[in-house]
């Protein structure tokens, strides 16, 4: 090899290890929540995971600093929370559906906890859908749109 050949390789070497690879594979955030038992939690490390949630068993799912939830689809919420206890905390949570009535986050059942959490949606930040005793604290929501960042239908004793 010339001298030029090696300085070559040995700079796009340095290159490629200097570019963050994000390594999250799609579906991967669902799986490890399946597997949580009642009432566990997931922590999860910072990075961008796209893909669409569904929560329905009592657990707790905690975001690090730069946590990153993301979805585009025009069918689904990027969370979806169903039954009972389920907590998310200190994450971002991204929505870019522009379907009629989307929201980022969906909740029904009781007794969730909303906390800590930054939410960007083109629609509805979050939808409360015969959802009661919810609480909801240090939610800050950003819309694209003219929605209402927290929707109630059939909502009662619910917590801002």
């Not at 522009?98 to 629609?123: F, P």
Request: charged content about 20%.
């Amino acid at each position: 090899m010339t001298r030029w050949s090696l300085l070559f390789s040995g700079m796009l070497l340095l290159v490629s290890l200097a570019i963050p690879v994000n390594t999250l594979a799609a579906g991967s955030l669902q799986k490890q929540i399946d597997a949580i038992p009642s009432g566990g939690t997931l922590v999860l490390d910072a990075g961008v995971y796209k893909e669409s949630l569904i929560l329905t068993k009592p657990m707790t799912i905690e975001g690090s600093a730069g946590t990153i939830i993301s979805s585009c689809t025009e069918e689904d919420p990027v969370i979806t929370i169903n039954g009972e206890k389920v907590t998310i905390k200190n994450l971002q949570v991204e929505s870019c559906s522009e379907a009629e009535g989307a929201a980022a986050i969906v909740v029904k059942g009781k007794e969730h906890t909303l906390e800590n959490l930054s939410i960007t949606a083109v629609q509805f930040g979050i939808k409360l859908d015969e959802a009661m005793a919810t609480t909801i604290s240090q939610v800050e929501i950003n819309g694209q749109g003219n929605k209402n960042g927290i929707d109630l239908w059939k909502a009662s004793d619910n917590l801002y």
